[in-house]
């Protein structure tokens, strides 16, 4: 399972904001900012912020990714490369 943003890239656009500008307005790290750039975990706090700034809900940002279960869903990466081999 993972994370994708790409809806929140897009409300950026539609709004014709910046990533910096988002950024700046919601006081978040640029650290956590490129965590959410990767598609990475960031905590609940980020999102409510971000969801605060634009007005928006948390399926209008975001949306969870299912891994597909022929590709080892479930093990961890290292896990997964042991299997290969």
Do not use: N
């Amino acid at each position: 399972m993972s994370l994708c943003y790409k809806k929140l890239w897009k409300q950026l656009i539609d709004r014709d904001m910046t990533r910096t500008d988002l950024r700046l307005a919601t006081g978040i790290s640029p650290s956590t900012f490129a965590r959410l750039s990767r598609g990475d975990y960031v905590a609940s706090s980020v999102i409510d912020r971000i969801c605060q700034e634009l007005k928006c809900d948390v399926g209008d940002m975001m949306e969870v990714v299912l891994d597909d279960k022929k590709h080892g869903a479930g093990m961890s990466d290292k896990r997964q490369r042991r299997k290969k081999k």
